[in-house]
């Protein structure tokens, strides 16, 4: 026969992840919950292109063929953001580096809540 004591109870054990969970939270240092990741359009992609091509549109060279190509390839927005650093590149030899970081740091706001922010950087 089981009995039952008045006032006992069992507890599970806390897992650590609980416990710094509650620790964090109680010294009021506890993360930012994750977003859930947004999930372009078809609209918004062709947005992020239009203007990545535009960086480049005076660029008439192989490589820079070679690089729309792979802009209208691209799927997501962070396939987009990495293929800045080869626009700034056609445009630096087009033109020269101030130049190209101008139009790299204008697209910052377009990539603007698809990225993590501390991927958003200048360049310097």
Not at 21 to 38: D, I, M, N, S, T
Not at 90 to 108: E, G, N, P
């Amino acid at each position: 026969m089981d009995r039952q004591l008045s006032g006992s109870r069992h507890h599970p054990p806390a897992s650590s992840g609980s416990v710094m969970a509650l620790l964090a939270r109680f010294l009021g240092v506890a993360p930012e919950p994750r977003q859930k990741p947004r999930v372009p359009r078809l609209k918004d992609l062709m947005t992020i292109r239009q203007h990545l091509l535009f960086t480049i549109e005076d660029c008439m060279s192989v490589p820079a063929h070679r690089l729309r190509r792979q802009i209208e390839q691209a799927r997501t927005p962070q396939e987009l953001w990495l293929l800045r650093n080869d626009a700034f590149q056609l445009i630096s030899q087009r033109h020269d580096q101030r130049t190209a970081a101008q139009r790299i740091d204008a697209l910052i706001k377009i990539f603007e809540g698809w990225l993590d922010p501390k991927q958003l950087a200048r360049i310097r």
